[in-house]
């Protein structure tokens, strides 16, 4: 996060989808508050950039069906779509979405 806040990798890209992912993971792993104040982090957070997943909404869905070696989740799949979209790398912990080739996956 402290890359991430000192604008390491430039501007960071969220789309509701990868909020949904977030606040989802938080309460699963922690409780209904924690998900809560993470997601009011996030939407005050000056150095992120909402992107809307809508408009790839036909992209991901492509992507989501066209899988042959990974399990992506239709969230996962969306944010693919956009980095591709943005030419953006990823941030994350999901193995499945860090093994998709040809995006820079940020430690």
Sequence with gaps: MVKLVDGEWGRALLSEYGFLEVVTV???????SSAIEVGKILLR????????????????????????????????????????????????????LARVSGRQIIP
């Design 26 to 32: 938080m309460l699963l792993r922690q409780t209904l």
């Design 45 to 96: 957070a000056r150095e992120v950039d909402f992107v809307s997943g809508a408009e790839l909404f036909v992209e991901a869905w492509k992507i989501f069906r066209e899988q042959q070696r990974t399990k992506l989740s239709f969230a996962d799949a969306a944010i693919l779509a956009i980095a591709e979209r943005e030419n953006a790398g990823i941030a994350t912990f999901d193995r499945a």
